[in-house]
């Protein structure tokens, strides 16, 4: 199984831009699909982006165009670029690994948390007004 330990993350006005990483550990990174939530204080934790092994990105509807996730298999970490932050992206993001996975897998599969077998510790992000 995959274990992920989280940088990035602070503190950042409105309109501003901050970048996550998840470094993953153990060999079984590439067979694995890989994903970011976050919960905001009072709220439960939703799905942001996610990326198959295949390639297949998936954004909610609140960060398309804004978020970019990336995944490189041989340094064995996963990215998530914010751009246009605004005060409503202001959560706990977290980073997250199914356990082995088919090549392919649908919105409706990695958007789900019970997908998803190993987690990150979370990292605060706060978006200023």
């Known amino acids: 199984q995959v274990q992920l330990v989280q940088s990035g993350g602070g503190l950042v006005q409105s309109g501003g831009s901050l970048r996550l990483s998840c470094a993953g550990s153990?060999?079984?990174?590439?067979?694995?699909?890989m994903g970011w939530f976050r919960q905001a204080p009072g709220k439960d934790r939703e799905f942001v982006a996610a990326v198959s092994r295949g390639g297949e990105i998936y954004y909610d509807d609140s960060v398309k165009g804004r978020f970019t996730i990336s995944r490189d298999n041989a340094k064995k970490v996963l990215s998530l670029q914010m751009n246009s932050l605004k005060a409503d992206d202001t959560a706990v993001y977290y980073c997250?690994?199914?356990?082995?996975?088919?090549?392919?897998?649908?919105?409706?599969?990695?958007?789900?948390?019970?997908?998803?077998?190993?987690w990150g510790q979370g990292t605060q992000v706060t978006v200023s007004p």
């Open positions: 153990g060999r079984t990174f590439s067979d694995v699909a």
């Open positions: 997250a690994a199914t356990s082995r996975i088919a090549f392919f897998a649908s919105y409706g599969y990695l958007s789900a948390q019970k997908s998803y077998a190993a």
